[in-house]
């Protein structure tokens, strides 16, 4: 049997891990942006504008200047009566976060294995799945929890999965998150969909096209670690049914565009190396070159010494 106390404090330390996963995420994304700011003038201002210039000032951009709003929706103090109105525009807008990193993964995996029209027909289908499933669960099958303003007083907006809303904090009967850990799970499987079709990609054309390709590859699979490690906890916290952290493990969705932006960053470096790096690598091709008695490397090692006397 629960006292009050219990209630209030468990209550408590629900919302206080929210507003800390809020806070820290808005300062890894500021400190992120002003880390790589220089680069990104660089390589993505002065440049051209394309799909992926557009899809970066999306996911680089849209946190940062739309995570305040969450932070005072999250961190404020607000009677219940409005939070009931914010809970569905609040959690609706997370999904733009998610699928915009989304996006940016569909697009290079796409270009990165030949643009052939049956790969985005299967990519653009569980997108398109993950898309309708998001606006569905965060529009309108996430609902406001109002025991927690009854055990709190005025606290932030969170909102919680309908499927495990029961009306009280604390139940005995473990009320499961089945829509909310579905749709996790579906993020994860797009993720590992594009992830699967660029290595197969490379393994039926024996090779990673060179620099590029290995860097996209290295760097896709750390991005898809990195949000399996967000994705598939959160979906089997919310498929086991553990009710107290329902809803408040969604500020880490913002981590996606992090991760997008990074790759985007990452990418165009590679395909725009600086003169320091070409020179490295010409000076490489002039040893190996040199060191090998084929003419027609000497012939190109001459050339590169020419071209950079």
């Known amino acids: 049997m629960y006292t009050w106390e219990d209630i209030v404090a468990t209550a408590a330390f629900a919302v206080t891990i929210g507003q800390y996963s809020t ?13 790589n700011l220089a680069e990104e003038v660089e390589l993505i201002h002065q440049a051209s504008w394309s799909s992926m210039k557009i899809a970066y000032m999306i996911c680089r951009y849209l946190p940062l200047l739309t995570c305040p709003i969450y932070l005072w929706a999250w961190l404020g103090k607000h009677p219940s009566e409005l939070c009931a109105k914010l809970v569905h525009p609040l959690y609706g807008c997370l999904t733009l976060f998610q699928l915009s990193a989304q996006a940016v993964m569909l697009i290079r995996t796409y270009a990165f294995t030949g643009r052939k029209l049956r790969v985005l027909i299967m990519l653009t289908a569980c997108y398109l799945a993950v898309v309708a499933s998001e606006l569905w669960l965060f529009s309108t099958r996430f609902v406001f929890p109002q025991e927690i ?45 594009m992830t699967a079709t660029i290595i197969f990609h490379c393994i039926r054309i024996r090779s990673t096209q060179g620099a590029l390709g290995k860097a996209f590859i290295a760097q896709g699979l750390v991005a898809f670690l990195a949000m399996s ?53 010409h000076s490489r091709i002039v040893r190996e070159a040199f060191a090998t008695p084929d003419s027609q490397d000497s012939d190109k090692a001459k050339s590169l010494f020419d071209t950079w006397a």
């Open 23 to 35: 806070v820290a995420v808005y300062t890894l994304q500021v400190y992120e942006w002003l880390l």
């Open 149 to 193: 303003h009854v055990a709190l007083g005025s606290t932030g907006c969170f909102g919680n999965d309908a499927g495990a809303q029961s009306g009280r904090l604390f139940d005995a009967k473990r009320r499961v998150a089945l829509q909310s850990g579905c749709v996790l799970l579906g993020i994860f499987l797009l993720d590992a969909i």
């Open 229 to 281: 490690s967000v994705n598939l906890p959160g979906a089997i916290i919310y498929l086991w049914g553990a009710r107290l952290y329902n809803g408040i493990g969604l500020p880490y969705l913002f981590m996606s565009d992090i991760m997008a932006c990074r790759l985007i960053l990452l990418l165009r470096r590679k395909a725009t190396p600086t003169e320091a790096e070409l020179l490295d690598r």
